[in-house]
């Protein structure tokens, strides 16, 4: 994408320097850059390999992107002519950036030779050309000023895609996943994945609206299976995820997806599942969330052995122009932070477009390696077929209406008569129009794989709570090989003596942390074939020195990770410390949840509120997926939560926006108030059937809290300690007239200062399910306390924030008879004060209300 303006000259036909021109400054220390010189002939081929993409004739209606002068002299001569052609042609190639040696001498080998398209490829291309085409045209003309983000100008993408498919299953290529935003979504359904056309009249038609009454989402960002079959008989199978309108959000999402798939197959993995991910020019140069995840490539845990990326290049983003949505030449210019090749790609030139898909294909398998393909056309429409695109681009679209189909221009140019291909595909297209104008029903266009056999949605019921208890004889034996080493193993005299501890635990001489609870957990799956997979910033030792789930050898630096080492049939464990983003990793993760529902997936915040920064992830899948698109996630959201007077960036998770998400049993929002419970809960996300996005509010103070500890009894062996509790009762209690209602470390607070003070009179329940709302066990232990006249919500987050307008309500509907009251903090628009003595005479205030002043 250029940063030059529309009123910029053209450039003049020759385009070489002349060589009485001056070099620059800038031009000169480019050169001195340059390799060794060798030959006269390698010395010219290397000055078009490095800038030839300058020069190359790329935007098909000739305005954007002219030829800019290379910043060094070019000899005249057959050699420059020759390179001109390869390098400056339809094609351009940016590769100089590459380190290594061989990529870039693989990549010189495919574009210095000559190549032609033989007349059956270029008929096949003409073919899929004519149908995209008309595909769109019969839309055009039955549904006039519907949406639907029309490829027309584009529509080189569909031979594209096809000879990528067909290049890659030759290479061994089994599966495809990939994401793309609106424009050409259809048409790909369609003419690459090979949904019926009649399946989107149908849903054009939008024939039994009651059956998407609150839920469903629009056509062009559903997603659909398919299959594809190259002429040699092998296939693909092809999914297109379902995507919101946050364009590059589904970026992280298919990598996730991606990387289970590959998992699932093991070493092969890589080699048969293909990622791929088509953008919009203006969302590649402008979402962070794409550059986010772009730098996931090679990262261990995330890799996915290469993504083909494919830019859908109009030149346009809705209506601004290109210099107003990048700052430098291409959209595609943030990819230069990877060694990874750049292809540009004249899209009005089908035969040059299905050369590089060729190209980009062979390349991902043979190096494992990302590249990207920027295809660049242009918009015959507005960015939906509702705008009017001469308001603001009137001299492009003068320049676009003289532009005929390019079915039409291409069999002009390889001199094949279309008229009656064309006038039977047309045909066709009518008639799967009337098919889906027919329909009665919406026809589903994804179908789940087989491992989500096991595994449900839709309403919670009491199938959730399975058993999760185990014996302390289990708790010991799986707490025994947590805290071996090797016998050569250095380990640091602090974490040896954490070590010890945990032992003692094991022994039931001393009482459970939430750290030790939580490997305890991940070792009970792993030992009987479930997937544990944690990622987060800094998760391997845990933000708060709690977990040490990674330990390392101080002398060599080796790592030992003791959940890798449970048993010789154990499920699978990983924990890795992310990059420093949270909507990239988390989606991410999303995703691996997606096509992984046999493993634990979690994802954990370095501090609650940092999920904010993936509050697109959150909103778009995690809380409305399943609602949207019928997919299910069991993704787990681990949120360090409470107020310990750290300031405002470290004390909320931000609560009370999960909670207002939370509709149709579509999450499970929960705050575990002790290590016992924290087990359970996480056991529980496990074995049971329902596949939930659960949202946890982990301590942070009291991660060792006295109050807050375990003893090995709660894990199973008591009377009730089987399952995950969702109200925790208040056993010391003695007739008292007022209940607190809370949830978390307010909680362990109060229970603090009621013991100092000997009053048991004021009773403590703790809410440890938040959503859905745990009514019939809230009701059965408020019962316990007849004598109590009124219940009082108490919550350490001002009052406009945290659980108190969501759980008013519902505590009204349990209390009976009672007075419900409440004590917060005041409103604020900050969550929390930087002053820690403050902090300290807010939760003074709050103690004081809800027990009585000393």
Known sequence: MATTPKSAPKPASKSVPSSKQKPSSAAAELRSGAPEP?????????????????????????QYLPADPFPIEVPEGEDAREARGYYCGNIA???????????RQWLQEQMEQPTRATKEQQAHTLTQLIKADLFEQVIQQRYLGTKRFSLEGLTALIPFLDRVFATSANEGVEK?????????????????????????????EDVDPRSTLGGGDVKYHMGATGRYTAANGKTINLHLASNPSHLEAADPVIMGRTRAKQV???????????????????????????????????????????????????????????????????ATDVAKRLPIPIFHVNAEDPDAVVRVAEIAAKYRAKFQSDVVVDLIGYRRHGHSEVDDPTVTQPKRYAIIKNTPPLYQSYAERIGVNAEAETKQIQQDFYAQHTLGKEAEHI?????????????????????????????????KALVAKLVTTPADFHVHPKVKALLKQREEMGEGKRPFDYGMAELV????????????????????????????????????????????????????????????????????????????PETLTLWEAQFGDFANGAQIIIDQFISAGEQKWGLLSGVVLLLPHGYEGQGPEHSSA?????????????????????????FHLLRRQALTAFRKPLVVFTPKSMLRHPDAVSPIADFGDAADSKKFRNVLADGEAKDPKRILVC?????????????????????????????????????AALEQYPNAEEVVWVQEEPSNMGALNYAMPLLRQCAGNRRVLSIKRHEAASPATGSAKAHDLEEKALIELALGKK
């Open 743 to 779: 949830t978390g470390k307010i909680g362990h607070n109060l229970r603090v200062e009621r013991a100092k003070r000997g009053d048991y009179s004021t009773a403590i329940v703790f809410v440890e399910q938040l959503y859905p709302w745990p009514e019939a066990e809230l009701i």
């Open 38 to 62: 060798g030959s006269p002939r390698e010395t010219v081929f290397e000055i078009f390999r490095r800038w030839g993409y300058l020069q190359a004739t790329l935007d098909p209606l000739k």
């Open 521 to 596: 957990a991940y070792a009970s799956l792993l030992e009987k074939g479930h997937g544990v997979r944690l990622s987060g910033q800094d998760s391997q030792r845990g933000t708060f020195n709690q977990r040490h789930s990674v330990l390392t050898d101080i002398e060599t630096e080796k790592k030992w990770i003791p959940l890798q080492h449970m048993s010789e049939k154990q499920g699978r464990f990983e924990v890795y410390n992310s990059m420093l983003s949270e909507a990239a990793v988390l989606g991410f993760e999303y995703g691996y949840a997606r096509d992984y």
């Open 264 to 330: 699932r197959l093991g070493e092969e993995g890589k080699k048969k599942v293909l990622p791929m991910i088509i953008h919009g020019d203006a969302a590649f140069a402008g979402q962070g969330i794409w550059a986010e995840t772009l730098v996931l490539a090679t990262i261990p845990g995330y890799e996915v052995g290469g993504t083909i990326q494919i830019v859908v290049n109009n030149l346009l983003g809705f209506t601004a122009e290109p210099q107003e949505s990048n700052s430098s030449r291409f």
């Open 176 to 204: 495809a996943m990939f994401a793309m935003s609106h424009r050409g979504r259809l048409n790909v359904m369609v003419n690459t994945i090979g949904r019926p056309a009649a399946d989107i009249f149908t849903k054009f």
């Open 93 to 103: 190639l940016e590769f100089s950036h590459i380190a290594s040696p061989e990529k």
């Open 654 to 678: 931000r609560m009370e926006r999960y909670l207002q998400l939370c509709a149709t049993d579509n999450m499970i929002v929960a705050q575990p108030s002790n290590a016992a419970q924290y």
């Open 443 to 475: 026809p589903h266009l994804s179908e789940l794989p087989t491992y989500w056999s096991a595994y449900k949605g839709g309403y919670i019921d009491d199938s959730l709570n399975v058993e999760t208890g185990l014996s302390s004889a289990e708790v």
